[in-house]
């Protein structure tokens, strides 16, 4: 028997923690990492007979997001309760939107495997209020409220999304974009960025969605990815046995990579939404929302389109340098001080790359400036040092932060060009390895590696390659 084959179906939802310095209706910290339940007042544990006042930052911040990810800004939008019990959330109920959210109808292109592009539609972004955390030590189950109150934005995607793959590149664009405008550090160990996945399935594009299944609180990109394959599994199973797919909350077990039920899935009428009295409607003036948008940086689409217009990369250059902010921003500084891009972009994409893995920090943490980056990549277009002397001048430049062109001066580096000196050099190296030497003239072309590999160490790498090559085939031919 022919085996079903079946389309999924994928709504993402999310949390974004918003870079503000206190929390969403109170003064506290919005700090990581304080001790448990030092960053609370009576405000963000929900004590009787006070009031939230709402940080107009929150609202700036959803702003930007709403323009970056193409949305409708409401002019009036209003805050609800959400009522259910938690052990984490003091009031039993938490401070979110609900039919008038302040951000709608956005959207985000992203790229697949085969290079088109795809649009997934935002439905909206909400503002709301995370709730604590539980820690489960020694059979005790203890509660930190220090993230009470944090304020966050939630991003509803509509189900546009049809496969893992799919989902993974949306959550990256999105991070992305995110961190241009600068709302959120987005860090997903920290729990800056988590992800709800809603994943159904469907025999195909034609037939209406399935029941969905919701997996909460997913961190990583990769367990993304790997939780809703493992959903669509799943729910192909139960089909082909002739089950039926219900509607629930699953967790994701990253050890295992399965999921499992956590509890029925709740419909909007079992929270009991209702306005929150204790809040007045947000009334965005059509100012705010102008001189937002006059603030927008240049985000990662329009950079790419202008690096490679503009400086003549490779769209997969472009592509690597726009995906952090901080490496377009280093790569432009490094373009100023010496206009190679294709060189600064080949040094920033290798050996800088190479500094940031060994160290783990971010790029303008890595000890070399961009000015100096593109210095080395000036000496090695001026023919001064060799490439393999320009590693070692990057990596010195980087521990001490001396000037480049110093280090080559002090060190005496400088390449050797000098036709009679090289070609004595390669007369050597071809006397020290006679048999090489031999199967070399015979035609044996992969030693050429052998013999400038030979030629750069007996010079101390400073052989220039450019003059070696024609002597070495002179000298061999």
């Known amino acids: 028997m022919k085996k079903m084959s079946y389309e999924?179906?994928?709504?993402?939802?999310?949390?974004?923690?918003?870079?503000?310095?206190?929390?969403?209706?109170?003064?506290?910290?919005?700090?990581?990492?304080s001790e448990p339940n030092t960053n609370v007042c009576p405000v963000c544990l929900g004590m009787p007979g006070v009031l939230p006042v709402l940080n107009e930052k929150v609202v700036e911040y959803t702003v930007k997001a709403g323009l970056a990810l193409n949305c409708q800004i409401r002019t009036k939008s209003v805050f609800a309760r959400k009522n259910y019990f938690y052990p984490d959330l003091p009031k039993a109920y938490q401070i979110s939107q609900y039919e008038l959210p302040i951000c709608e109808h956005g959207y985000i292109d992203i790229e697949l495997?085969?290079?088109?592009?795809?649009?997934?539609?935002?439905?909206?972004?909400?503002?709301?209020?995370?709730?604590?955390?539980?820690?489960h030590e020694d059979g005790y189950s203890l509660v930190d409220l220090n993230r009470t109150g944090t304020p966050l934005m939630e991003i509803v995607s509509e189900p546009d999304l049809r496969s893992a793959e799919e989902a993974k590149a949306y959550l990256t664009k999105l991070k992305t974009i995110l961190e241009y405008v600068e709302v959120s550090d987005c860090n997903m160990e920290e729990g800056s960025m988590r992800c709800d996945a809603n994943v159904s399935i469907r025999p195909d594009s034609n037939a209406p969605f399935g029941t969905r299944a919701e997996i909460k609180n997913v961190n990583s990109f990769r367990n993304v990815e790997r939780a809703i394959k493992h959903e669509q599994k799943r729910q192909e199973k139960v089909l082909s046995e002739g089950g039926k797919v219900v509607q629930e909350t699953r967790l994701f077990n990253a050890d295992t990579g399965t999921t499992a039920s956590m509890r029925g899935?709740?419909?909007?009428?079992?929270?009991?939404?209702?306005?929150?009295p204790d809040l007045v409607p947000i009334?965005?003036?059509?100012?705010?929302?102008?001189?937002?948008?006059?603030?927008?940086?240049?985000?990662?689409?329009?950079?790419?389109?202008?690096?490679?217009?503009?400086?003549?990369?490779?769209?997969?250059?472009?592509?690597?340098?726009?995906?952090?902010?901080?490496?377009?921003?280093?790569?432009?500084?490094?373009?100023?001080?010496?206009?190679?891009?294709?060189?600064?972009?080949?040094?920033?994409?290798?050996?800088?790359?190479?500094?940031?893995?060994?160290?783990?920090?971010?790029i303008f943490e890595a000890g070399i400036t961009p000015e100096h980056l593109a210095e080395v990549v000036k000496l090695i277009d001026e023919?001064?040092?060799?490439?393999?002397?320009?590693?070692?001048?990057?990596?010195?430049?980087?521990?001490?932060?001396?000037?480049?062109?110093?280090?080559?001066?002090?060190?005496?580096?400088?390449?050797?060009?000098?036709?009679?000196?090289?070609?004595?050099?390669?007369?050597?190296?071809?006397?020290?390895?006679?048999?090489?030497?031999e199967r070399f003239k015979n035609g044996e072309a992969k030693l050429q590696g052998f013999f400038m590999g030979q030629i750069m160490k007996a010079s101390k790498g400073k052989a220039n390659p450019g003059i070696v090559a024609p002597i070495l085939k002179k000298l061999t031919s």
């Open 113 to 135: 495997e085969d290079g088109t592009q795809k649009r997934i539609g935002i439905t909206r972004i909400h503002i709301e209020e995370d709730a604590g955390k539980l820690n």
């Open 383 to 437: 023919g001064k040092i060799s490439g393999n002397i320009a590693k070692q001048v990057f990596d010195e430049s980087a521990e001490t932060g001396k000037k480049p062109s110093a280090i080559v001066e002090e060190k005496g580096l400088v390449q050797n060009s000098n036709e009679d000196e090289l070609e004595n050099i390669v007369r050597q190296v071809l006397e020290a390895n006679p048999a090489e030497t």
């Open 8 to 33: 999924p179906v994928i709504g993402l939802e999310v949390h974004v923690q918003m870079a503000t310095d206190s929390k969403i209706f109170c003064t506290c910290s919005n700090k990581f990492g």
């Open 283 to 362: 009334v965005l003036e059509d100012k705010f929302i102008n001189d937002l948008k006059e603030w927008m940086p240049e985000l990662p689409d329009a950079k790419r389109a202008r690096f490679i217009s503009e400086y003549g990369l490779p769209g997969i250059d472009a592509d690597f340098l726009v995906s952090v902010k901080a490496y377009a921003e280093y790569f432009e500084q490094a373009v100023k001080a010496h206009n190679n891009p294709k060189g600064v972009c080949n040094w920033v994409m290798g050996e800088l790359m190479r500094r940031l893995n060994d160290k783990q920090c971010t």
């Open 265 to 276: 899935k709740e419909d909007a009428h079992d929270y009991r939404y209702f306005p929150d």
